[in-house]
């Protein structure tokens, strides 16, 4: 088992930056693909960043090329989402997830199922 445990959630104007973490602990051999989901009241879950263990493969959502960054430090079995810019759009609940496979670190993967999930933070962003 797998427990992710995220923090740096809270409140911004548009054009704000926040730091969102996530930490893995237990079975952390089975979070060789780690990221970020949001979900907004009343739409689907969306992937919006993935990153592979070995830093090779990365996926972002269309809407969050260019301002959000997903980073990973393996030491610390932490990741990182840094977002810039940021939009009133870009209000959710956002979830880090893990999965075994580093594979599933694509767009593909990231419509798919992930086995370990976070509690959730919030974001806001006001306009």
């Known amino acids: 088992q797998v427990q992710l445990v995220e923090s740096g959630g809270g409140s911004v104007p548009a054009g704000g930056s926040l730091r969102l973490s996530c930490a893995a602990s237990?079975?952390?051999?089975?979070?060789?693909?780690m990221g970020w989901f949001r979900q907004a009241p009343g739409q689907e879950r969306e992937g919006v960043a993935l990153?592979?263990?070995?830093?090779?493969?990365?996926y972002y959502a269309d809407s969050v090329k260019g301002r959000f960054t997903v980073s990973r430090d393996n030491a610390a079995n932490t990741v990182y989402l840094q977002m810039n810019s940021l939009k009133p759009g870009d209000t959710a609940t956002y979830y880090c997830?893990?999965?075994?496979?580093?594979?599933?670190?694509?767009?593909?993967?990231?419509?798919?199922?992930?086995?370990?999930w976070g509690q959730g933070t919030q974001v806001t962003v006001s306009s």
């Open positions: 237990g079975d952390t051999y089975d979070t060789a693909c």
């Open positions: 990153i592979s263990r070995s830093r090779e493969l990365t």
């Open positions: 997830a893990a999965h075994p496979y580093y594979l599933q670190c694509t767009a593909a993967g990231a419509q798919g199922h992930f086995d370990y």
